[in-house]
């Protein structure tokens, strides 16, 4: 790819992760603000989506705005703090999107396990693959250069792997919200928005670091010439 395309690239998708993450916490400020008719707190909701396919699991409240996740050490559903108690159809979306990742792992979704298997690797390659790839650079030596791709392509991995698992937990979490009438067909399209809006940033996410790898690679091929 041409550098100057490449580099093009970088800025459109990092204009569009900006984008993405206003337009997340703006969506979700929205529909925090409509409260579902059923009444239920979304941690009673999720617990009884969990029920329903025979998962139990503990769900507890978390410090932060929007640090809901599922821990599958553990095994442990945590919801924010704005979520945990709230009956706002944007706590019931987001509460029911985790109860979707408790659920993947209960039945074994294969890009969840393969994501959870390489989690150590990527977390390193993301810390120290970058600096590894520059030090290789900087001494002129080409098995750090080499290092350090592969330890950076295991987090450019994880990355793109976290699309189909995120996109299935949110058609997860809308099929419960809807099959056990948790929220409305008009309640329901909000929570599809602040999904919709969240899956945006982890595409934004998978294609900066698809084209910070392509960026390494050029880089490289550049260093040979």
């Not at 890009?111 to 990527?122: G, Y």
């Not at 290789?136 to 189909?164: C, R």
């Not at 602040?194 to 294609?207: E, I, N, R």
């Amino acid at each position: 790819m041409n550098e100057n395309v490449l580099w093009l690239a970088i800025l459109v998708v990092l204009g569009l992760s900006l984008l993405a993450q206003w337009l997340v916490h703006s969506t979700y400020n929205r529909y925090a603000k409509i409260q579902a008719k059923k009444g239920l707190s979304a941690e009673e909701a999720a617990k009884q989506i969990l029920a329903y396919y025979g998962v139990h699991i503990p769900i507890k409240p978390v410090a932060g705005t929007l640090t809901d996740h599922y821990d599958p050490r553990n095994k442990t559903l945590a919801l924010s703090q704005g979520v945990y108690g709230s009956s706002s159809i944007a706590a019931y979306g987001i509460a029911a999107h985790e109860a979707g990742h408790a659920i993947q792992h209960a039945k074994a979704f294969t890009p969840l396990m393969l994501r959870n298997s390489i989690f150590p690797a990527a977390n390193f390659g993301s810390n120290f693959g970058p600096w590894l790839f520059i030090a290789g650079l900087f001494f002129a030596y080409e098995p750090l250069l080499t290092i350090g791709l592969i330890f950076f392509g295991f987090s450019v991995f994880f990355s793109v792997i976290t699309l189909p698992v995120e996109f299935d937990a949110s058609r997860r979490a809308i099929e419960a919200l809807s099959g056990q009438r948790l929220l409305s067909a008009t309640e329901l399209s909000g929570a599809k928005k602040v999904l919709t809006a969240a899956a945006l940033t982890y595409v934004a996410a998978a294609a900066m670091a698809v084209l910070q790898m392509l960026r390494f690679l050029a880089m490289r091929n550049s260093r040979r010439r």
